[in-house]
């Protein structure tokens, strides 16, 4: 009985699925773009250009908020927050920055090797637009 309840002897196990995280949500006719990568990934002109120091245990996070359409769109109430293996939130600090594609906004999220984070999302699209909320887990290889 006990054999049996193992399944098929000689069969592989199905292949692993790809990891396939699209980097945005949409909500109505609104996109909320997503990434979070190391800052020791980013060129040292672009991470001095923001103020960012590079280092092994830090990664940025950037979002933006755009309509579907391509349209420009400003997001209010916009919180993200850091979220251990172990439920403990951390919020995080956003700091916008306009550019000629319009609003984003950066943070900072301390990482460790191998070790999972999670990070959450909220934001309202304008004029009472729909709330849009985003929820993604990444795991950095720092070696």
Not at 106 to 135: C, H, Q, S, W
Request: glycine content about 10%.
């Amino acid at each position: 009985l006990l054999l049996a309840a193992c399944g098929a002897g000689d069969s592989p196990p199905p292949p692993a699925q790809t990891y396939a995280d699209r980097g945005y949500v949409d909500a109505g006719d609104y996109r909320l773009h997503y990434a979070v990568n190391p800052t020791t990934d980013l060129p040292s002109e672009i991470a001095g250009s923001y103020g960012i120091v590079r280092r092994r245990n830090l990664a940025l996070l950037t979002i933006a908020l755009g309509a579907r359409d391509g349209r420009l769109a400003e997001a209010t109430g916009l919180e993200a927050a850091a979220v251990a293996l172990t439920g403990l939130r951390q919020p995080l600090a956003l700091a916008r920055h306009d550019t000629v594609t319009g609003p984003t906004w950066l943070a900072m999220v301390g990482i460790r090797d191998r070790e999972a984070v999670t990070i959450e999302i909220r934001a309202r699209a304008p004029a009472a637009g729909p709330e849009i909320k985003a929820r993604f887990t990444r795991t950095f290889h720092l070696e």
